[in-house]
């Protein structure tokens, strides 16, 4: 055999041969379609270098972004029952529980945790909008109940990140009691003399910007968020009007005085940093 058989001909066929790219090594930007490297979306915080759009992100990141490094501890939730009235739609409602804890590693739609932001002590829960669209049943009411009683017990400041589609349907009655439930958690911390402050992601809709998400102290709402009760076609159909432009946007919303500010992701820690040290009960002198 010739030399351009045991020699060339090999090292062309390395040099061209198909090479196996991972799946998660790009991620397209849903508002620009530009490509963007995984490891740096994830340096920017999930923020698109092209157009600066934010990007939805887990509870778990937005507690890590929020807490000082290793300067937090995730609690353990109560459990709700799992499935109260059998629902069933084209899947039952318990094989959607398990799809959906087996994706988020979550066992509902939200996170608590407590630590400190820039030394600041804080009660931080985050909603989980990849966990059946961030919808509130019982387990995320207890949940924000448990996050506002933590902060009680800690004198601490309470941060709730919302993220959700609304109430969760395939609990019913059940789902749209933990609207008041949530209000009398709010109600809790600001009777204890403590700051309440909601921070408002893509999307905030449906009972949950009807009850908590609206009650902070100090409203936050990151670029371009959807903030909403009912859906725009929806309230178009029923007002038999056209709507402005840009409306349910966190930047109309703070133009009308609905919140109190929109704040870059990358800034926000800072922010609330400041914010807690203006605001959290410092202790007396003896």
Not at 104 to 110: F, G, Q, S
Not at 196 to 224: K, N, R, Y
Request: hydrophobic letters at 50%; one cysteine or more; glycine letters at 8%.
């Amino acid at each position: 055999m010739s030399w351009l058989t045991e020699y060339v001909r090999p090292k062309i066929r390395t040099l061209f041969a198909r090479r196996e790219v991972p799946d998660n090594l790009w991620h397209q930007c849903p508002a620009c379609q530009q490509m963007i490297f995984a490891s740096d979306l994830a340096a920017g915080l999930k923020v698109c270098p092209h157009c600066a759009h934010h990007m939805r992100a887990g509870a778990a990141e937005r507690l890590a972004w929020t807490f000082d490094p290793d300067g937090f501890t995730r609690i353990e939730l109560p459990r709700a029952p799992a499935d109260p009235l059998r629902f069933r739609d084209q899947k039952r409602y318990a094989d959607r529980l398990r799809e959906a804890r087996e994706k988020t590693h979550l066992d509902d739609a939200l996170a608590v945790a407590h630590g400190t932001i820039a030394g600041n002590r804080a009660v931080a829960a985050a909603m989980a909008f990849d966990f059946m669209g961030g919808s509130m049943g019982a387990a995320v009411g207890e949940g924000i109940v448990v996050a506002a009683r933590l902060a009680v017990l800690q004198a601490a400041p309470l941060i709730v990140f919302t993220a959700s589609g609304g109430a969760r349907m395939q609990e019913g009655a059940i789902s749209l009691m933990q609207m008041p439930r949530t209000v009398i958690a709010a109600r809790l911390v600001k009777q204890a003399g403590l700051p309440f402050i909601t921070v408002l992601t893509d999307p905030t809709t449906g009972g949950v910007t009807a009850s908590f998400a609206m009650l902070g102290d100090i409203q936050i709402a990151e670029p371009g968020a959807l903030i909403g009760f009912a859906g725009a076609r929806v309230i178009e159909q029923t007002v038999h009007e056209k709507l402005p432009e840009g409306f349910q946007r966190a930047e109309y919303l703070l133009e009308h005085g609905m919140i109190d500010m929109v704040v870059k992701r990358g800034e926000l820690r800072a922010v609330l940093a400041r914010l807690l040290g203006l605001l959290a009960p410092q202790p007396v002198a003896a």
